[in-house]
T-cell receptor, first 115, second 115 residues
Framework: NAGVTQTPKFQVLKTGQSMTLQCAQD?????MSWYRQDPGMGLRLIHY???????DQGEVPNGYNVSRSTTEDFPLRLLSAAPSQTSVYFC??????????????FGPGTRLTVL | SQQGEEDPQALSIQEGENATMNCSYK?????LQWYRQNSGRGLVHLIL?????REKHSGRLRVTLDTSKKSSSLLITASRAADTASYFC???????????????FGQGTILTVHP
């Protein structure tokens, strides 16, 4: 099993460009989420999904879109990249536990630089 | 603002010593989780403690939770150089209705264990 995979590992964009960060999992987890991690800070939740067809906003959703058409995939779209979106992006999955979030499994991350 | 805040921000110890990290949070939680992050890697789940639990053990890890003080501590006993990493606490707020309990991370404690 590959677990949680993220592509690409590294990406450099110019301001205004758009791109999609890919996240895929083979653990059949209902819950998937995207975080960004900035230097000296913890992880901040961007968007999450509790199942196919269901998404919701996290703490810092502006400038990002998500969709969840399958259980396995949860892509994160940057609509018009800005330097403030330079960060390391992590995708995480987990077993949905009622109305709570339990153990999360993290991908290796995508390091994004916006010039 | 961050729900969880770790203390200290950085901790440097010798191999064999115990390491204690603390986490404080602001509002009532469903559960609290601790994660480890090695440099340049994704996060790895260490332990989850629910709001009705006071202490949990896992190998050399001991986690306590004091809901009256809104705080938790992670103790790593007999530390090893391989324990060198950043450690994050993450809280899950009590959810209701259609709201799903999301993880909110603190800023982390950087632990360095010298051989």
């Amino acid at each position: 099993n590959a677990g949680v995979t993220q592509t690409p590992k590294f990406q450099v964009l110019k301001t205004g460009q758009s791109m999609t960060l890919q996240c895929a999992q083979d653990m059949n987890h209902e819950y998937m989420s995207w975080y960004r991690q900035d230097p000296g800070m913890g992880l901040r939740l961007i968007h999450y999904s509790v199942g196919a067809g269901i998404t919701d906003q996290g703490e810092v959703p502006n400038g990002y879109n998500v969709s969840r058409s399958t259980t396995e995939d949860f892509p994160l779209r940057l609509l018009s990249a800005a330097p403030s979106q330079t960060s390391v992006y992590f995708c995480a999955t987990g077993v949905r536990g009622g109305l709570t979030a339990n153990e999360q499994f993290f991908g290796p991350g995508t390091r994004l630089t916006v010039l | 603002s961050q729900q969880g805040e770790e203390d200290p921000q950085a901790l440097s110890i010798q191999e064999g010593e115990n390491a204690t990290m603390n986490c404080s949070y602001k509002t009532s939680i469903n559960n609290l989780q601790w994660y480890r992050q090695n440099s340049g890697r994704g996060l790895v789940h260490l332990i989850l403690i629910r709001s009705n639990e006071r202490e949990k053990h896992s190998g050399r890890l001991r986690v306590t939770l004091d809901t009256s003080k809104k705080s938790s501590s992670l103790l790593i006993t007999a530390s090893r150089a391989a324990d060198t990493a950043s450690y994050f606490c993450a809280t899950v707020l009590i959810a209701g209705g259609t709201s799903y309990g999301k993880l909110t991370f603190g800023q982390g404690t950087i632990l360095t264990v010298h051989p």
